[in-house]
């Protein structure tokens, strides 16, 4: 079974700091991979995803992602943060091959942006 | 158009009772899943269902049951809860029959067991 890994539980940054947040995931295979961010009281939405192509894909809002296959690694940045990017951010993984598309999510990164 | 809704938002039952959730997806989407989301376990699958069947399943027991109708609103059914079921349960919504889309999710069920 895949496995998803944010290493960052909790991230406190002040406003145009710069971000990255990391997601490593276990799986042998191809996967699909996806950044969902969930903003206080609100649903839970995309901000990016990669099937395959170039590996850094962007999103909205400024956030970018790269895929790095070797590393299994598909962290996601910003350059300069605003106090609006204060969220919960889950980095998410389905297979793309196996014929068992079950999508794992890692446990989530808190982010606090200060003004 | 309309997002993801699901009903009720809130709901507090006692062990052993049963409960079911519903969710609405967005117009014209016909892949539903459901999610839970605890604080010691992150969110995870429960289901996915299209058209009517179920099409893909996470590890969780029996007791946690779905269907889907032909309209494509989506229930899911809890029996014999437990204390660890209390859960914020998510639904999500994507227009065809694979997770490998972008899913649009609901507001979530808090469901809390006594």
């Known amino acids: 079974a895949q496995s998803v890994s944010q290493h960052n539980h909790h991230v406190i940054l002040s406003e145009a700091a710069s971000l990255e947040l990391g997601c490593n995931y276990s799986y042998g295979g191809t996967v699909n991979l996806f950044w969902y961010v969930q903003y206080p009281g609100q649903h839970l939405q995309l901000l990016l995803k990669?099937?395959?192509?170039?590996?850094l894909v962007k999103g909205i809002k400024g956030f970018e992602a790269e895929f790095i296959k070797s590393k299994f690694s598909f962290n996601l940045r910003k350059p300069s943060v605003q106090w609006s990017d204060t969220a919960e951010y889950f980095c998410?993984?389905?297979?793309?091959?196996?014929?068992?598309?079950?999508?794992?999510f890692g446990r989530g990164t808190s982010l606090i942006v200060h003004p | 158009k309309a997002g993801v809704t699901q009903t009720p938002r809130y709901l507090i039952k006692t062990r052993g009772q049963q409960v079911t959730l519903s969710c609405s997806p967005i117009s014209g989407h016909r892949s539903v899943s459901w999610y839970q989301q605890t604080p010691g376990q992150g969110l995870q699958f429960l289901f996915e269902?299209?058209?009517?069947?179920?099409?893909n399943k996470g590890n969780f027991p029996g007791r946690f049951s779905g269907r889907q109708f032909s309209n494509s609103r989506s229930e899911m059914n809890v029996s014999t809860l437990e204390l660890g079921d209390s859960a914020l349960y998510l639904c999500?919504?994507?227009?065809?029959?694979?997770?490998?889309?972008?899913?649009?999710f609901g507001p979530g069920t808090r469901l809390l067991v006594l």
């Open positions: 269902y299209f058209s009517e069947t179920q099409r």
């Open positions: 999500a919504s994507s227009a065809r029959d694979t997770l490998r889309e972008t899913q649009y």
């Open positions: 990669y099937f395959s192509g170039d590996p």
């Open positions: 998410a993984v389905i297979p793309a091959s196996g014929g068992s598309y079950i999508p794992t």
